[in-house]
């Protein structure tokens, strides 16, 4: 799915489109509405969170993130707003709770919205950087994945027809 944010979205919606698209992904595509793209997204997003996949995304996005420049800098400027506003103004008189403190630590931290801009150039520099390998990989997981489906569907449907033979022939000799 896009990811959604304050200024946008992360992904263009054209690809994001052309990609789920019924028949448009696969020739062979069994998908004739949205319902059953969003049910087989789901499915393979459940997929690939059970694989092992959507962990080596989100570590491989991380770690590109906590290297870009603007992430770092970004970084160093919430520790010293942290430590101005906060930590300095603290009161020995009056202790704060561990909730107290994030609370307080978030107020600062809102009214910096330029903060937010950092955090999406280092996301959006992460996500365009490794776009065609996720792709890429989530087209290897999808295809693994609709193979997978059939080979269960094929297996239900011979076990219903099984079923059906033995009724058949239970019913045979009552003729």
């Given at each position: 799915?896009?990811?959604?944010t304050?200024?946008?979205?992360?992904?263009?919606?054209n690809?994001?489109?052309?990609?789920?698209s019924?028949?448009?992904?696969?020739?062979?595509?069994?998908?004739?509405?949205?319902?059953?793209?969003?049910?087989?997204s789901?499915?393979?997003?459940?997929f690939?969170k059970?694989?092992?996949e959507?962990?080596?995304?989100?570590?491989?996005?991380?770690?590109?993130?906590?290297?870009?420049?603007?992430?770092?800098?970004?970084?160093?400027?919430v520790?010293?707003?942290?430590?101005?506003?906060?930590?300095?103004?603290?009161?020995?008189?009056?202790?704060?709770?561990?909730?107290?403190?994030?609370?307080?630590?978030?107020?600062?931290?809102s009214?910096?919205?330029?903060?937010?801009?950092?955090?999406?150039?280092?996301?959006?520099?992460?996500?365009?950087?490794?776009?065609?390998?996720?792709?890429?990989?989530?087209?290897?997981?999808?295809t693994?994945?609709?193979?997978e489906?059939?080979?269960?569907?094929?297996?239900r449907?011979?076990?219903?027809?099984?079923?059906?033979?033995?009724?058949?022939?239970?019913?045979?000799?009552?003729?």
């Amino acid at each position: 799915a896009v990811v959604s944010t304050q200024s946008g979205h992360y992904g263009r919606d054209n690809e994001y489109k052309s990609y789920l698209s019924p028949c448009r992904a696969h020739p062979d595509c069994h998908m004739s509405t949205v319902d059953d793209v969003v049910a087989f997204s789901s499915r393979l997003v459940n997929f690939l969170k059970t694989s092992g996949e959507f962990d080596e995304f989100r570590k491989r996005c991380a770690s590109e993130i906590e290297q870009h420049w603007s992430f770092t800098d970004t970084k160093k400027e919430v520790e010293e707003l942290v430590r101005q506003r906060v930590i300095n103004n603290l009161r020995s008189d009056y202790p704060l709770t561990k909730n107290q403190l994030r609370q307080e630590i978030r107020s600062v931290l809102s009214r910096r919205k330029d903060l937010y801009t950092g955090l999406e150039s280092s996301i959006h520099y992460s996500i365009d950087r490794n776009r065609h390998l996720f792709l890429s990989e989530i087209d290897k997981a999808a295809t693994q994945f609709e193979e997978e489906e059939k080979a269960k569907e094929a297996e239900r449907a011979l076990t219903k027809k099984e079923k059906s033979t033995d009724c058949d022939s239970a019913l045979i000799p009552l003729l």
